[in-house]
């Protein structure tokens, strides 16, 4: 029971934690073109709801730790949990959601709290105590902050087509592929790097990790194919102005979105519960 609640809260706040990071990151690179309200207000909404699950997660850390709910109001267990790793990074996060959801005081204090939301993901699990640390928490938040741009990004884009004319839809949608076809080699090297890393060997991805891996790979492989159909003919065909080609790029928008939930599971329980070793 507890190790559940802790990993559903893991899950949860992973996605929406990556969900508000990466759309105030979006929302501060396409400032010029984003000018739904709407889309604005999805980012918002996701770090709201963030802060309340990392604020449970830093509450069943105690719990999770001595596998006992009492645990909860217990001094030492208390004591215990708030010198780990993991209650820092939580600490961390939570001050960078804060920061984010006071980013309407200026772009200096969102892009603070974005880049704290990325750094607290490397002061905690695999690999810290590795012997590559430094390069692994640097190869980690860049990462971290590729898949959440680009989960951040899909909320807004959703938006704006629901709700925008064709035109500045497209415009957006144009130059948001022109920034992204970039990012794709880069997130699968920097994934290929961390396994390189952090398993030991080939046999290794025949244990619970490496095969957890290889599942997070086929979702990729997946949402690859699907984000390589809207580059090449769905914003194309908005671009043309083709009646009736917003709706099956919304739909496929909100299928890249559930994929990336997909992988955040994957990689939520991965990290959380198995070891590379």
Same mark, same amino acid.
């Given at each position: 029971?507890?190790? %559940?609640?802790?990993?559903?809260?893991?899950?949860?706040?992973?996605?929406?934690?990556?969900?508000?990071?990466?759309?105030?990151?979006?929302?501060? &690179?396409?400032?010029?073109?984003?000018?739904?309200?709407?889309?604005?207000?999805? !980012?918002?909404?996701?770090?709201?709801?963030?802060?309340?699950?990392?604020?449970?997660? &830093?509450?069943?850390?105690?719990?999770?730790?001595?596998?006992?709910?009492?645990? @909860?109001?217990?001094? #030492?267990?208390?004591? &215990? =949990?708030?010198?780990?790793?993991?209650?820092?990074?939580?600490?961390?996060?939570?001050?960078?959601?804060?920061? @984010?959801?006071?980013?309407?005081?200026?772009?200096?204090?969102?892009?603070?709290?974005?880049?704290?939301?990325?750094?607290?993901?490397?002061?905690?699990?695999?690999?810290?105590?590795?012997?590559?640390?430094?390069?692994?928490?640097?190869?980690?938040?860049?990462?971290?902050?590729?898949?959440?741009?680009?989960?951040?990004? &899909?909320?807004?884009?959703?938006?704006?087509?629901?709700?925008?004319?064709? !035109?500045?839809? =497209?415009?957006?949608?144009?130059?948001?592929?022109?920034? #992204?076809?970039?990012?794709?080699?880069?997130? =699968?090297?920097?994934?290929?790097?961390? #396994?390189?890393?952090?398993?030991?060997?080939?046999?290794?991805?025949?244990?619970?990790?490496?095969?957890?891996?290889?599942?997070?790979?086929?979702?990729?492989?997946?949402?690859?194919?699907?984000?390589?159909?809207?580059?090449?003919?769905?914003?194309?065909?908005?671009?043309? !102005?083709?009646? !009736?080609?917003?709706?099956?790029?919304?739909?496929?928008?909100? @299928?890249?979105?559930?994929?990336?939930?997909?992988?955040?599971?994957?990689?939520?329980?991965?990290? %959380?519960?198995?070891?590379?070793?």
């Amino acid at each position: 029971m507890i190790e %559940g609640t802790w990993l559903a809260l893991r899950v949860a706040a992973l996605v929406l934690t990556l969900q508000a990071a990466g759309t105030g990151l979006f929302s501060v &690179l396409f400032e010029r073109v984003l000018r739904s309200p709407a889309a604005r207000r999805s !980012g918002a909404r996701a770090a709201c709801a963030a802060c309340v699950l990392v604020g449970l997660q &830093l509450l069943v850390e105690p719990a999770h730790l001595a596998l006992d709910w009492s645990a @909860i109001a217990d001094p #030492a267990m208390l004591r &215990l =949990a708030a010198d780990s790793a993991a209650t820092w990074a939580l600490a961390l996060r939570g001050l960078g959601l804060v920061c @984010i959801l006071g980013g309407r005081g200026g772009t200096a204090l969102r892009l603070a709290g974005i880049a704290a939301v990325l750094v607290s993901f490397s002061l905690s699990g695999h690999t810290v105590g590795h012997e590559h640390q430094a390069a692994l928490g640097a190869i980690l938040i860049l990462h971290v902050a590729i898949v959440a741009f680009w989960l951040g990004a &899909l909320a807004p884009l959703r938006c704006v087509l629901l709700r925008e004319a064709a !035109g500045p839809a =497209a415009q957006l949608l144009r130059e948001f592929s022109r920034f #992204a076809v970039w990012l794709v080699p880069v997130i =699968a090297l920097a994934g290929l790097s961390l #396994a390189l890393l952090l398993l030991p060997d080939f046999a290794s991805l025949l244990q619970p990790y490496g095969l957890l891996l290889l599942a997070k790979v086929g979702l990729f492989a997946v949402l690859m194919g699907i984000a390589g159909v809207n580059r090449l003919r769905l914003v194309p065909a908005l671009m043309r !102005g083709d009646p !009736g080609a917003a709706a099956p790029l919304v739909r496929s928008i909100s @299928i890249e979105w559930f994929l990336i939930c997909g992988v955040l599971a994957v990689t939520a329980v991965m990290t %959380g519960s198995f070891s590379p070793d």
